[in-house]
């Protein structure tokens, strides 16, 4: 829970001119529940984003539940779907996973029928991913599902709206392509 920011020591000029320490600030009593002071975040952009985004991850984790997916492996599971033939390397690139984490991810996208593994004709140390049917079939109904989590999130606001929440949160996420 949130009380408030600890007491701060401040530099203040005395009549003299001289600077001294003042007196901590007082920390304010602690709030009722639901009464907590916020306004200190309510500057900080990250602090939304970070709100959004639980909200955005818990809606989609109860979306995918009964699928037996979460968020990363379906991920995976639609570059494949979407980029038949693609290697675990480039999936990675696109993605932005560390290849240490997708060993697993495939094995269990494996073990549940939904993609097959072909050897690169041209390099047999690179292996081809290709979804099965089921493959298909499972993300077309994540991606349903998917749709009616995403219109219920963002009901609030309009096509327009949501449209400039995508460019706006994609300028963020890419960052400044001159770093």
Request: proline content about 5%.
């Amino acid at each position: 829970m949130l009380y408030s920011i600890n007491p701060v020591h401040v530099l203040v000029a005395d009549d003299t001119g001289e600077l001294a320490m003042a007196a901590p600030h007082k920390t304010a009593p602690k709030p009722e529940p639901g009464e907590e002071r916020l306004e200190f975040l309510a500057d900080l952009v990250g602090y939304h984003l970070r709100r959004a985004s639980i909200r955005d991850m818990q809606g989609m984790s109860a979306a995918l539940e009964s699928l037996s997916l979460r968020a990363v492996p379906l991920s995976v599971l639609l570059m494949i779907v979407e980029n038949p033939g693609i290697s675990a390397a480039d999936i990675c690139r696109a993605i932005g996973l560390k290849r240490a984490n997708i060993v697993s991810i495939l094995a269990e996208l494996e073990q549940r029928g939904l993609f097959l593994r072909e050897a690169d004709p041209n390099d047999n140390r690179v292996q081809k991913l290709f979804p099965t049917r089921t493959g298909k079939e499972l993300t077309a109904e994540a991606l349903e599902r998917l749709k009616d989590h995403e219109d219920h999130l963002l009901c609030a606001l309009s096509g327009s709206e949501r449209a400039e929440l995508r460019r706006l949160l994609m300028k963020v996420w890419q960052g400044d392509e001159g770093d």
